[in-house]
């Protein structure tokens, strides 16, 4: 099966469950009405590391957590 080509990526915290996102393609050709039609909410599980999610207008936006910052804490021998 083969979705909506997916053409905006949003990132959110590591911690988040929740998100709000603005649709690129909404705001572009004005089928969003304005930026608050062109928001949409949703969730993602903290076990997951990123989701598609379509917004109001069917535009599919993958949803991806940001990657840990590079630090000593988070360097992974191999
Ligand atoms: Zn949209």
Redesign the pocket.
């Known amino acids: 099966m083969i979705g909506p080509p997916v053409r905006q990526v949003a990132t959110i915290e590591r911690r988040a469950t929740g998100f709000n996102v603005l649709?690129?393609?909404?705001?572009q050709?004005g089928?969003?009405e304005g930026w608050i039609g062109?928001t949409?909410s949703g969730r993602l599980d903290l076990d997951l590391e990123c989701g598609i999610f379509?917004?109001?207008?069917?535009?599919a936006?993958r949803v991806q957590r940001v990657r840990a910052t590079a630090g000593p804490a988070s360097i992974v021998a191999a």
């Open positions: 649709c690129d393609r909404c705001v050709d089928s969003g062109a949409f379509l917004c109001r207008n069917g535009h936006v």
